[in-house]
């Protein structure tokens, strides 16, 4: 199949890859110019393990094509991928804008039958919107074209997006066309060849269904999280609770950790867009107003824990920061607990030195240039050079060299041995063995 995917972010640039990497003759489109050059040249414009190989080998072999023109992309193809963004508004609604200008430039185009397939999270009702969209502009233009709007959402997880969808756990497909199941059922059968996981469902059904997921997600980590706040005033370690409860079947291990929020360009938004598509249904959602709140919560609770060892005036402190991406495995810091952390660090007049293993450059980015002309905040380049006469250290993101540290090099570097544990990570008593206090989310704090 020849296909387009416009957008070629997280999700865009991995499903073309992966497509293409199938046999499939692909043309990814992005509005952002300097984004496409580089990837013409091989450099990736974002880190996800896995991905680079399969893009250059792809590109290299005329199977992965990259423009800035979709009417390039659509003379070849009349499978049309949308996976552009859905930033939140400002009142927290998914902003269609982006996926409904694609929507009119795809109907400026149309001269055949095309299948446009939406894999953006978008809220119900989205794909009557593109379909009105692209038949305004076929009228326009006095065009008389079939298409179809299929819903497909996407699933994989930053970090893991490469394996997420060459292996996926289901593809959920909505549309109530035969035509559509069955060219659908062809290109995602080389992904699930052993067992087909392909649920075909409503157009609607299938919008609502990605939006589920990830609340259901956030709901599981903000329970967690209040669970922990909980044990850490009747002095309980949460670790211990998670695996007595992750041990009922029922209930199961995956998701149930606590620590100092959840990030990432998903969970954030798409339960803000669901309050909101509740909202506008008049429903009140009280338990994933409840989710979001404790999640804003507990983006401060590493502060709070520094305020209340420290005292409100920092300004004599110097914090190390280790992990400042959203999570493990990606470079992306939208919604990224370490800066509301490091915003309210330096706020209080601490200086803070981070270090990510990949995220230090996009990091850069999120934080004001005079901070670090100032010396308030600094990005470095290793792991123990952060530590450097911090008052504490600060653990945000689980990068798997965070979590066996060499505890003795770190006692020489610290100006104090403290470590503030905001995923859980380290053993309280090993902690404790190696001569350090310990304070993590949930636990007994350790002196
Ligand atoms: P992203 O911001 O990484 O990439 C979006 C890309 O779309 C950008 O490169 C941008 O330049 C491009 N774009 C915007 N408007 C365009 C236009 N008119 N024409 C051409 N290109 C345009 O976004 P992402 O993280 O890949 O997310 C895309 C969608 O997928 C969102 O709706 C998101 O909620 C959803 N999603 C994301 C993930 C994830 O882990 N990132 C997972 C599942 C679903």
Redesign the pocket.
């Known amino acids: 199949m020849n296909i387009t995917v416009?957008?070629?972010?997280?999700?865009?640039?991995?499903m073309g890859a992966c497509i293409a990497e199938m046999g499939n003759v692909v043309f990814c489109?992005?509005?952002?110019s300097r984004?496409i050059e580089t990837l013409k040249q091989g450099i990736l414009?974002?880190h996800e393990p896995g991905l680079e190989n399969i893009v250059t080998e792809n590109h290299a072999c005329a199977r992965l094509h990259f423009t800035?023109s979709?009417a390039e992309a659509m003379a070849d193809s009349a499978v049309i991928f949308i996976?552009?963004?859905?930033?939140p508004g400002e009142d927290g609604s998914?902003d269609l804008g982006?996926?409904l200008?694609?929507a009119r430039?795809i109907g400026s185009l149309m001269d055949r039958p095309t299948m446009v397939v939406n894999?953006?999270?978008?809220p119900v009702g989205s794909a009557d919107r593109v379909r009105a969209v692209i038949e305004q502009q076929l009228q326009q233009r006095a065009v008389d074209v079939e298409f179809d709007v299929v819903s497909n959402?996407?699933?994989?997880?930053?970090g893991a997006?490469v394996n997420d969808f060459m292996q996926p756990d289901r593809v959920i497909v909505g549309t109530d066309s035969e035509h559509v199941r069955q060219l659908m059922t062809e290109l995602y059968a080389p992904f699930m060849r052993n067992h087909p996981r392909i649920l075909f469902m409503g157009v609607r059904d299938a919008e609502m269904t990605?939006y589920a997921a990830n609340a259901m997600l956030a709901t599981k980590i903000s329970f967690m999280n209040e669970i922990a706040s909980l044990c850490e005033r009747l002095e309980v370690d949460v670790e211990n609770v998670r695996l007595g409860i992750g041990s009922d079947q029922r209930i199961g291990y995956h998701f149930i950790y606590a620590g100092c929020g959840y990030g990432?360009?998903?969970f954030p938004?798409?339960v803000k867009a669901l309050i909101r598509i509740a909202q506008q249904s008049e429903f009140e959602p009280r338990l994933l107003q409840a989710v979001d709140a404790r999640n804003e919560l507990q983006k401060q609770s590493l502060f709070e824990k520094l305020v209340a060892r420290f005292g409100s005036d920092l300004s004599d402190c110097t914090f190390a920061v280790w992990g400042l991406a959203f999570k493990p495995g990606t470079d992306?810091m939208?919604e990224a607990p370490s800066v509301a952390l490091i915003n309210s660090l330096v706020g209080a007049g601490a200086r803070v030195r981070a270090f990510d293993p990949v995220a230090g450059q996009a990091a850069r980015r999120e934080f004001p240039e005079r901070w670090f002309a100032e010396e308030r905040l600094a990005i470095v380049e290793g792991q123990y050079e952060a530590t450097i006469d911090a008052d504490a250290l600060v653990l945000v993101t689980e990068w798997k060299p965070f979590r066996h540290p060499d505890f003795k090099a770190l006692k020489r570097l610290l100006r104090n041995p403290l470590i503030l544990d905001g995923r859980n990570q380290y053993d309280p008593a090993q902690v404790s063995r190696e001569g350090f206090e310990y304070c993590g989310i949930g636990r007994r704090a350790i002196r």
Do not use: N, W
């Open positions: 416009v957008g070629t972010g997280y999700v865009g640039l991995v489109v992005d509005m952002d984004k414009p974002i800035t979709l996976a552009v963004g859905t930033p998914a982006h996926v200008e694609v430039q894999k953006s999270t978008v959402p996407e699933f994989l997880k930053e997006a990605k990432g360009s998903c938004k798409d992306d939208r």
